[in-house]
Structure formats: structure tokens, C-alpha cells
């Protein structure tokens, strides 16, 4: 069992920078996937970022790509968003999800954070 938190939400300007973090739980931290998925008003929820347990691998979507960076440090049971280069299209609440698996073609997601609240203004 891995339960996630996040931390380091906030308002940012246009162009501007913020850090999220999210300290996890549990003793599987290491050996899970974990991820970041923003979710806008009354759009779906989608991943931004994904890292391997090891942090070897990582995935980035196509919005953020060259802008935010996902890392984690096991040994602190923490994984983080840098997002730099801020865009009022990232305005979102901002979950961490832990122990992603891909199964019939699709990732599924562990469990869930209660989300972190990142607003960009211009």
C-alpha cells in the first residue's frame, strides 16, 4: 500500500516556475511507478509525467514536454514535478498517483492523492 501526498501547489505568472512534491507512504515506494496527472475543470484527468520505480524511465506528454521534469528520490520516499516555462493551460489540480501498471493496453493507477492546486495567471 502506497498513499500519496502532495505538496508545492500554488499561483504562478505566466513564464514562471513551481515545484511539486509528493511524499509517499508505504514501504513499496521503490519498486512502484508513480506519475503526475493534472486535472482542469471539466476536462478528464490525464498523465503528464511518469517515472520508473528506479527513475531510469521516464514519460512526458506532449503539452510538457521540454518544460516540466519528473525525479524522485527513493530514499526520501518522494517523488517531484519541476514545471518551469508555466502556461495558463496548466492551471489544474495536480494529482500524484502511485503504483501505475500497464495492463490491457492501458496504465492504471494504484491510488491516488488528494490533489495540489496549481494556478498559472497572466
Known amino acids: 500500500h502506497v498513499q500519496p501526498v502532495e505538496s508545492g501547489g500554488g499561483v504562478a505568472q505566466v513564464g514562471g516556475s513551481l515545484r511539486l512534491s509528493c511524499a509517499a507512504s508505504g514501504r513499496t515506494f521503490s519498486s512502484v511507478t508513480m506519475g503526475w496527472f493534472p486535472q482542469a475543470p471539466g476536462k478528464e484527468r490525464e498523465c503528464v509525467a511518469r517515472?520508473?520505480?528506479?527513475?531510469?524511465?521516464?514519460y512526458y506528454a506532449d503539452s510538457v514536454k521540454g518544460r516540466f521534469t519528473i525525479s524522485r528520490d527513493n530514499a526520501k520516499n518522494t517523488v517531484y514535478l519541476q514545471m518551469n516555462s508555466l502556461k495558463p493551460e496548466d492551471t489544474a489540480v495536480y494529482y500524484c498517483a502511485a503504483d501505475l501498471t500497464y495492463r490491457f493496453y492501458q496504465w492504471r493507477v494504484g491510488y491516488w492523492g488528494q490533489g495540489t492546486q496549481v494556478t498559472v495567471s497572466s
Open positions: 517515472i520508473s520505480w528506479s527513475g531510469g524511465s521516464t
